[in-house]
């Protein structure tokens, strides 16, 4: 199995943790890391599975509100702030980059 990496940042979420603080959690499905800033905004990040390596082409292919919606399911009934940093993380005007093996897709 590999690893992808999606992220963002959020605003108006509050969150366990002072801020400076790098949080890790490990859901029911997938890998999840957030680090509020001292303006309160908090930076995240999750690692989904995949079992095949997906192509440049699949990659660039997922837009921000499938992948938002892939990790909110990925995230469901997890007793974390994920889903919740998730939908409050804007993605209008954004068109977000992926990595294969250290070069952008997308």
């Known amino acids: 199995m590999g690893l992808l990496n999606a992220g963002g940042y959020a605003h108006g979420v509050d969150v366990d943790g002072s801020p400076g603080t790098l949080h890790f959690v490990f859901g029911k499905r997938c890998f999840?890391?957030?680090?509020?800033?001292?303006?309160?905004?908090?930076?995240?990040?999750?690692?989904?599975?995949?079992?095949?390596?997906?192509?440049?082409?699949?990659?660039?292919?997922?837009?921000a509100d499938q992948w938002r919606a892939e990790l909110l399911e990925l995230f469901e009934g997890d007793a974390t702030?994920?889903?919740?940093?998730?939908?409050?993380?804007?993605?209008?005007?954004?068109?977000?980059?992926?990595?294969?093996?250290?070069?952008r897709v997308g």
């Open 81 to 103: 702030p994920a889903a919740d940093l998730i939908r409050a993380t804007s993605t209008q005007g954004r068109r977000e980059r992926c990595f294969l093996r250290g070069q």
């Open 32 to 63: 999840f890391g957030y680090l509020q800033s001292p303006s309160g905004e908090v930076w995240w990040f999750a690692n989904p599975g995949r079992a095949k390596e997906p192509t440049r082409a699949e990659l660039a292919a997922i837009t």
